[in-house]
């Protein structure tokens, strides 16, 4: 049975009930094998004006139309085209295979099932998004995505496709992608409700507008923190992160943040310096406020049982529980807990421990690490938080943890708001985040990974997105191979939203007191990380290198205006800029940084010349060279160690 409602199509097919809707600038699905459709919107929050949508129940087929967009009904198999082209349909099944394009499979005594929606594979199509995969191709056709978070891994199910469409999995579920030659197939393994939504555009450009219009658009990036950002694992005193500062401003360079990592605490959940290493946090604070620094503190999202805050987190039932056995969910430095960041209660009660412990200090910036979180065991179905079973709601968890802070910090009125987090789901950018990979290796093959991971999670409506400089671990501050591979990688983060330093650099330095198992003085930390500590030569690179990021912040920040006017990232995969170029739905190793320039990275040790694809236009050479006409063609660039090939657009 087919009715229909101003905006919308409700189906009756059997048990099932299913709803087709106009949805901001797009089509939402949603479906449940039995009873009524819950209410959660998840990813789908923004007050957006529903664009009126067409609506027909009494023809053959039942259709809706949005957006440009149009949703046909064929006997409980839907289609979605635009101008009579077929963009997207489910898959059609043989009656002897006794199969269906929505596939429920009920859990016994729970009012969730796992859920499969799956779509028609179409020959050439070319797929994008999706966040962050440490294996991530460019082209997503082929490729078995989990949704899931982890550790370098960010879930953030948004598709973009050559074909015109864009595809929103509206599900924070643990589950599965799959983008066969045979099939698209979208899995959660626990939910209570399929919900997906589609748009359409002339444009990948248009696409993104009408995504980010109804996911929410990035927060503004502060002009004030665009230069350099220093960080390392970890400055384990008040005075060691001083002197790194005060030699920074003894060398004439401007540093906007500097950051206190982990473990500057006693225990984790105290949220609070350790007085025996950090013994007057104001005083440091009002020093790096003369230099012009702000300083930003490790947060992570753990609760040591042995902290005086364990208790009341507890006892209000603000944390993280399991469905059996121990309360303890993460066994690093201690067995903890983790904040409940869904429960409202939970983020208040933490952000008041932040504004207590830290706020008082003048401490206003925070780095929300392990926010996916980061479970030891990761058998998703043993946990549950606040809003549901981490199996049906585990991917929301970062946006959450993102929103405890920016929310404090908004009512308090603190300026210039970015917060470095490991983690994002669908919307996170509206929460002051800054989203950074995570802990990847230092090699070379991981910074072309890194590459089109970034230009991925552009795509996905994460725009505020760095690396760790030079990678998180491996890298030997002695090693020529490194201090090689540092400098390619802060010539490529000079062309990112933010520059940051950051890293765990050998030779490792132990801990300062190896007689306790809390407090900073057990952990060890890395190797210094500064710009000079890699020699002479490799400092007078990166030197010039923070001169053209000084040349730059005029035009980033007019570019980071247009990203949080029309949510188009400033890390442009080439296609985003030249959707009628062939070679740029292809071309993988650069990107275009905002509409002017395209950045060519190298990443070979080694390398000193490398091939770039410039699209057809007028483009000049950063290194002064002369002007290229191009009628759309791969040119050999010069790439001694000193110089990245950058061209400007003209």
Known sequence: MVTKTENALILRLGHEHLRIEAWGRGIRVRAVPMG????????????????????????????????????????????????????????????????????????????????????AACEGERLYGMGQYRDMRFDLKGMTLELAQR?????????????????????????????????????????????????????????????????????????????????????????????????????GIQLDVIVADYFHWVYQGDWDFDPAYWPDPRAMVEELRSMGTRLMVSVWPTVDQRSGNYRDFAENGYLIRTERGLPAAMDVFGQVCFYDATNPGAREFAYDLLKKNYGKYGVDMFWLDEAEPEYSVTDFDHYR???????????????????????????????????LVRCAWVGSAKYGVLVWSGDIESSFREMRVQIRNGLHMGVAGIPWWITDTGGFYGGDVRDPVFRELLVRWFQWAVYTPIL?????????????????????GFCPSGADNELWVYGEEIYGILR??????????????????????????????????????????RTDDQYMFGPDYLVAPVTEYGTRERRVYLPRGRWQPCDGGRVIESAGQYVTASAPLDYMPVYQRL
Request: net charge negative; aromatic share 10%; charged share 25%.
């Open 544 to 585: 010039r290198y923070l001169d053209i990021r000084e040349g730059l912040k005029p035009y980033i920040v007019r570019a980071a205006r247009e990203t949080v006017e029309t949510g188009l990232p400033m890390l442009r995969a080439m296609f985003l800029e030249f959707p009628g170029d062939p070679e740029c739905w």
């Open 36 to 119: 009524e459709l819950p209410g959660e919107d998840w990813a789908l929050t923004e007050p957006v004006e529903h664009q009126a949508g067409t609506v027909s129940a009494g023809d053959s087929p039942a259709c809706l139309e949005c957006g440009g967009l149009r949703c046909e009904v064929l006997d409980g198999h839907l289609r979605f085209t635009r101008g009579g082209e077929v963009l997207l349909e489910e898959q059609r099944y043989p009656w002897s295979l006794r199969d269906r394009a929505r596939v429920y499979r009920m859990h016994p005594g729970s009012d969730t099932f796992a859920a499969e929606v799956r779509f």
């Open 500 to 520: 940051r330093m950051h890293g765990d650099r050998l030779p490792s330095k132990g801990p300062l007191a190896g007689d306790t198992d809390h407090g900073g």
């Open 385 to 419: 938080q606040y809003i549901g079973p981490v199996l049906a709601t585990g991917n929301i968890y970062p946006k959450f943890h993102a929103r405890m802070a920016f929310d404090g910090q908004r009512r308090d009125g603190v300026r210039d708001i970015l917060n």
């Open 151 to 251: 550790n370098s891994q960010i879930s953030v199910p948004f598709l973009l496709s050559s074909r015109g469409y864009g595809f929103l999995w509206n599900n924070p579920a643990i589950g599965r992608a799959a983008f066969a030659e045979n099939v698209t197939e979208w899995r959660a393994e626990a939910t209570r409700c399929v919900d997906y939504w589609v748009c359409a555009g002339d444009t990948p450009a248009e696409i993104l507008e009408k995504y980010t219009e109804a996911t929410g658009r990035a927060s503004p990036l502060p002009e004030s923190l665009l230069g350099l950002w220093q960080c390392k694992l970890r400055y384990r005193t008040q005075d060691e992160l001083l002197e790194a500062a005060r030699e920074y401003r003894r060398r």
